[in-house]
C-alpha cells in the first residue's frame, strides 16, 4: 500500500519558518519525482517545487529564493524548508509523487501564516 505523509505544518508567524516532510512508503522511493503543491483557500492547487531523482530542483516564482526542497533517499522523505513566510503562503501542502504510469498524493498538511 502507498503512503505519502505530510507532517510539519502549523500556524506560523509572517516572516517566519517551517520545515515540512513527507514520509513514503509502499513505492521505491527513488525512481519518482516528488512535489510539493500548495492549494489557497478559493484558488487550484500549484506547484510550490519539485525534485528529481537525481536531485535537480525546479521552484515556482512565487517561492524562489525562500523555499528550498530537499530528499532523503535513506528515511524515503523529501522535506520544504520554506523561510520568509508570509499569509500569502497560507496554503494546504500537498507532497506528490510521480513517475511515468504513476501519481500519488499525501492527504495534505495545513500552513496559516498569521499573527
Known amino acids: 500500500q502507498v503512503q505519502l505523509v505530510e507532517s510539519g505544518g502549523g500556524l506560523v508567524q509572517p516572516g517566519g519558518s517551517l520545515r515540512l516532510s513527507c514520509a513514503t512508503s509502499g513505492i521505491t522511493f527513488s525512481d519518482y519525482v516528488m512535489g510539493w503543491y500548495r492549494q489557497a483557500p478559493g484558488k487550484q492547487r500549484e506547484l510550490a517545487a519539485q525534485?528529481?531523482?537525481?536531485?535537480?530542483?525546479d521552484y515556482a516564482d512565487f517561492v524562489k529564493g525562500r523555499f528550498a526542497i530537499s530528499r532523503d533517499t535513506a528515511k524515503n522523505t523529501v522535506y520544504l524548508q520554506m523561510n520568509s513566510l508570509n499569509p500569502e503562503d497560507t496554503a494546504v501542502y500537498y507532497c506528490?509523487?510521480?513517475?511515468?504510469?504513476?501519481?500519488?498524493w499525501g492527504q495534505g498538511t495545513q500552513v496559516p501564516v498569521s499573527s
Open positions: 506528490r509523487a510521480t513517475k511515468i504510469g504513476f501519481d500519488y
Open positions: 525534485i528529481t531523482s537525481v536531485f535537480y530542483t
